[in-house]
């Protein structure tokens, strides 16, 4: 041990560094492939539903489910693998260095690489997925180097203050500029769930000024909801999914559409997707918890200190050559390199760390969310419409406590479901 110790100590720099960056990453991937593998005997082996949802999930779902998790786990195996040692390749054979040279020839040309309906939207989806992500990504890129160059000693700083001020910018406009252009966003109609959810925000001083319907079924069957806005400018945005009267599964087939559809009609008789509207009301409950308790705004404080501390870090990094030489760059050492090499290779275990502590953290603030709900008199509503989502996003109510613990960023559905089973009883 002492001679490999000694050995390790006499290579250069460069090359214990590219050497620490190779071993991190496997012993990454080696891990995230442990917990995948933990995960998939979970799949395998539990093959009934458990006595918790005995009465409120079929089997046929359940097996749905529990196939459908595995091939995506069975897939992921594969494709992580694939890709791990297409980024050991890379670096091995110098491919970093041979893409910028390549990137500095062909100057200007650069590509960034759910469910749909059809093809067509999905093509017609991708087109403009690139053409807003390069609207905004290259600009944005330009002026953040630009800052770099010219902002001397402090210039990490100004690179946080520009980055805060981009982000903020873009959470101002997104739902209602970009959102807009993949996804249709109509008012929630007058009437009684409206009613109940401006009578909701009001008890709690929530300051809701609209509420509206996103047609999310065109691109996938997941549900979801969720408000954004700053100060007195806040709204709300409900999947049709979660919506049961909106939900396009639950939709009548239209008159002359016999034959074909009497399958269509049987499903939609015995297989409702979304939520009744105490079932909404409940989910807006927990989702209002975030911003009630404050969790929105400590997200975006902990981020915002992350931001300026790995700006820091970076400032302090970037004039070490032997960064750049252990990637293959020992004549130039470009910013753009830089800021890829630091953030992606050399902070990777402060980013592992970190996402774990995060996680744990958001999982904390879901059950408060859920308890938050539990006040409101919604436990019980709240209990089946976990349940409902669970079901309609496919998801498996059984997992590994390694792998969740690891991965989920909300907790387990059969631990949320104890925790408002305790209160109901209460």
Request: glycine fraction near 6%.
């Amino acid at each position: 041990m002492a001679l490999r110790g000694e050995l390790w100590a006499e290579l250069p720099a460069e090359k214990r560094i590219f050497c620490s960056v190779l071993l991190f990453s496997w012993a990454v991937y080696l891990w995230e492939a442990f917990l995948a593998h933990r995960q998939r005997r979970v799949y395998r082996t539990t093959t009934h539903v458990p006595r918790e949802l005995g009465q409120i999930m079929d089997s046929e779902t359940f097996e749905k489910s529990r196939l459908y998790q595995l091939d995506k786990s069975t897939f992921s195996f594969w494709s992580g693998l694939y890709s791990e040692v297409e980024g050991t390749m890379i670096l091995i054979c110098g491919g970093i260095p041979f893409l910028w040279d390549v990137s500095g020839q062909i100057s200007g040309r650069a590509g960034f690489g759910t469910e749909y309906e059809t093809l067509g939207f999905f093509f017609k989806d991708a087109i403009k997925k690139f053409i807003v992500t390069q609207c905004i990504l290259l600009p944005v890129t330009s002026l953040l180097l630009y800052i770099i160059k010219i902002g001397g000693d402090y210039f990490f700083i100004y690179a946080w203050l520009f980055t805060l001020v981009v982000s903020l910018v873009l959470v101002t406009i997104y739902a209602d500029y970009i959102a807009p252009l993949f996804d249709k966003f109509i008012p929630l109609p007058e009437g009684e769930l409206k009613q109940q959810i401006e009578t909701m925000a009001k008890s709690i001083d929530f300051p809701l000024t609209k509420v509206y319907v996103v047609e999310g079924s065109k691109r996938s069957s997941h549900s979801n909801a969720y408000f954004y806005g700053f100060f007195k400018n806040k709204r709300i945005v409900l999947f049709d999914t979660l919506l049961e009267d909106y939900s396009a599964l639950n939709k009548e087939p239209a008159e002359g559409e016999e034959g074909e559809n009497e399958e269509t009609k049987s499903k939609t008789k015995n297989k409702k997707q979304g939520c009744k509207n105490e079932e909404v009301l409940a989910v807006l409950g927990h989702e209002l918890g975030h911003w009630k308790l404050g969790h929105t705004v400590k997200n975006i404080i902990i981020s915002q200190m992350n931001s300026f501390l790995c700006f820091f870090l970076f400032a302090v990094l970037i004039g070490r050559k032997e960064l750049f030489a252990a990637f293959g760059f020992y004549e130039t050492q470009p910013t753009l390199i830089g800021l890829m090499i630091i953030f992606q290779f050399i902070f990777s275990p402060y980013n592992e760390i970190l996402s774990f502590c995060l996680t744990v953290l958001s999982r904390r603030f879901e059950f408060q969310a859920d308890a938050f709900a539990k006040e409101l008199g919604k436990a019980k509503d709240l209990y089946s419409a976990l349940i409902k989502l669970n079901k309609d996003n496919l998801g498996f109510p059984v997992s590994d406590w390694i792998f969740s613990m690891w991965h989920y960023s909300h907790p387990p559905l059969l631990e949320r479901l104890q925790a408002l089973k305790d209160t109901k009883q209460e």
